[in-house]
């Protein structure tokens, strides 16, 4: 089974980028669909961005597409979530999440492994 650890979390100014990782361990990433949630505090825990198993094709939430690209570094099994022109809305807990299902997925219980969360911090 994989295990995730995510990082790059912090606070910036609204307008600022920040770039996440998502380190795998244990499987590499090619085997598992993967996925990027945000939860902020009394909200749910909702869908950012995906990327289906290989790598074939990447999608997005609107709330952030034009904004947000995910990447893949096979060679260091670490997807990333590159985050521009931040707004206080994107401001939450960021996890990356996999499953071993084919297809694409928006719903977190449709993802069987988790990592602990960065927090994302944007100020006005």
């Known amino acids: 089974q994989v295990q995730l650890a995510e990082s790059g979390g912090g606070l910036v100014q609204a307008g600022d980028s920040l770039r996440l990782s998502c380190a795998a361990s244990?499987?590499?990433?090619?085997?598992?669909?993967t996925g990027w949630f945000r939860q902020a505090p009394g909200k749910e825990r909702e869908f950012v961005g995906g990327?289906?198993?290989?790598?074939?094709?990447?999608y997005y939430a609107d709330s952030v597409k034009g904004r947000f690209t995910i990447s893949q570094d096979n060679a260091k099994n670490t997807h990333y979530l590159q985050m521009n022109s931040l707004k206080p809305e994107d401001t939450a807990v960021y996890y990356c999440?996999?499953?071993?299902?084919?297809?694409?997925?928006?719903?977190?219980?449709?993802?069987?492994?988790w990592g602990q969360g960065t927090q994302v911090t944007v100020s006005s």
């Open positions: 244990g499987r590499t990433f090619s085997d598992y669909r």
């Open positions: 990327i289906t198993r290989a790598g074939l094709s990447k």
């Open positions: 999440a996999a499953s071993m299902s084919w297809g694409t997925s928006r719903l977190p219980n449709e993802y069987d492994y």
